[in-house]
């Protein structure tokens, strides 16, 4: 238990700072004179480097000890933070958020690796859960609690208490934390093996298609909140997000599931329930449009949390660089979620929203039938019953 709750709170950590600047966008655009699209650099870019150093730096999670990276990681998020409390330059505030995304890979993708190695595999589905889990109540805290303390405060004060949290996980993960003994040591060629297995291709592209189609839902949510039949207020719009609990509530519960019938199984009832609450918002109206919203949360996170432990199952022998590339095709969908429906926006609004992100849970679907099953080493290790895998390794599997 005191492993998980270590886990739990490196993990909302990350989140809270990648994602208490979005209400301070407007503050920033005032500031210092800029547009609301350039003052939202401080997350994408924060996302964009993210996704980079996830990169770069897969082949050699595998070849570190797990507890090291994610306590050092931690303790480096505290230094951009802290210089965020003394800058008055959006130059800097962008240098600084940029500094966040390199290091954020070290504590998410080792995390994973770690609760997916040091506890029970029967137990492996509902772990993960619970960790992402943590990255929505990190997301939905990061979101809630920075706009009133810059209000009453500033927004430099933001940053400083997201500094001393992070101090404060770096020193639980490295007094608490027990030291990973159950990692396997790879290669370089075990690395890119990943790319070679289509059951790992199949899962990132459905990674890929769920954070394109909920980043995209979300990010263009105001546009249609605020427009007729609804006119809602700024305040109004930012109480539709509390919808994200949904998520919180059914993480866990899809973990638990998933150990039980499958991973892929849970994973398309994921889809299926998100693809029902972005049809929901069709029906123009508040609940319409609050029960869409809490459906897709639903669905997303429950198929995130199944999609999560299955990246674990099937790479064995490489589960840090392939949870890393995991999160490289996660925040490239989300980033192309938050700008390809925008292009679609002027003609065909809330509609052409809604059919892209439909169109891209079909694809994650697609992606789940065709390739996530095929050729793995260890079908739904996770599950008990076997329900839900995919076809077993055929002749010439990768065994990772």
């Given at each position: 238990m005191a492993r998980m709750l270590v886990i739990f709170l490196a993990a909302m950590n990350v989140f809270i700072l990648l994602y208490a600047p979005q209400p301070l966008l407007p503050m920033f655009a005032e500031q210092f004179g800029i547009s609301i699209s350039?003052?939202?650099?401080?997350?994408?870019?924060?996302?964009?480097?993210?996704?980079a150093a996830s990169f770069v730096l897969a082949p050699f999670f595998d070849r570190w000890e797990r507890k090291n990276v994610i306590w050092i990681s931690s303790l480096l998020l505290v230094i951009p933070s802290v210089m965020l409390t003394v800058t008055d330059s959006f130059a800097w505030i962008l240098f600084w958020r940029v500094m966040h995304g390199l290091c954020i890979p070290g504590v998410t993708a080792m995390l994973v690796a770690y609760a997916s190695e040091e506890f029970p595999e029967r137990q492996r589905g509902r772990v993960l859960g619970m960790?992402?889990?943590?990255?929505?109540?990190?997301?939905?805290?990061?979101?809630?609690?920075?706009?009133?303390?810059?209000?009453?405060l500033s927004w430099h004060a933001v940053f400083g208490i997201i500094?001393?949290?992070?101090?404060?996980?770096?020193?639980?993960?490295?007094?608490?934390?027990?030291?990973?003994?159950?990692?396997?040591?790879?290669?370089?060629?075990?690395?890119?093996e990943l790319f070679h297995n289509r059951a790992l291709i199949g899962t990132f592209l459905i990674g890929f298609s769920q954070f394109f189609a909920f980043?995209?839902?979300?990010?263009?949510?105001?546009?249609?909140?605020?427009?007729?039949?609804?006119?809602?207020?700024?305040?109004?719009?930012?109480?539709?997000?509390?919808?994200?609990?949904?998520?919180?509530?059914?993480?866990?519960?899809?973990?638990?599931?998933?150990?039980?019938i499958g991973r892929r199984s849970t994973m398309a009832m994921?889809?299926?329930?998100g693809a029902a609450g972005i049809l929901l918002t069709l029906w123009p109206t508040l609940p319409g449009l609050l029960t869409g919203a809490?459906?897709?949360?639903?669905?997303?996170?429950?198929?995130?949390?199944?999609?999560?432990?299955?990246?674990?199952?099937?790479?064995?022998?490489?589960?840090?660089?392939?949870?890393?590339?995991?999160?490289?095709?996660?925040?490239?969908?989300?980033?192309?979620?938050?700008?390809?429906?925008?292009l679609l926006w002027s003609r065909f609004a809330w509609h052409g929203l809604v059919s892209l992100t439909v169109l891209t849970i079909v694809f994650a679907l697609i992606s789940n039938y065709v390739l996530a099953g095929a050729g793995q080493a260890r079908a739904e290790a996770g599950s008990g019953s076997g329900a839900g895998a995919g076809p077993g390794p055929g002749p010439g599997a990768l065994k990772l």
């Open positions: 350039t003052a939202s650099l401080t997350v994408s870019l924060t996302i964009i480097a993210l996704a960790y992402v889990s943590a990255t929505v109540a990190g997301g939905l805290a990061g979101r809630v609690m920075a706009g009133p303390i810059a209000e009453h500094a001393a949290y992070s101090l404060f996980v770096c020193l639980l993960v490295r007094w608490q934390l027990p030291v990973s003994r159950a990692r396997k040591r790879t290669d370089r060629n075990g690395f890119r980043i995209g839902f979300f990010t263009y949510l105001p546009f249609y909140a605020a427009g007729e039949p609804f006119r809602l207020s700024v305040t109004q719009i930012s109480f539709l997000y509390v919808s994200y609990i949904f998520g919180i509530l059914s993480a866990p519960m899809a973990g638990y599931l998933s150990d039980r994921g889809h299926l329930i809490s459906v897709l949360a639903l669905g997303n996170f429950a198929s995130q949390s199944a999609t999560t432990a299955y990246v674990a199952d099937i790479a064995t022998r490489a589960r840090g660089a392939a949870s890393s590339l995991y999160l490289v095709f996660f925040y490239v969908g989300g980033s192309l979620g938050a700008y390809l429906p925008g």
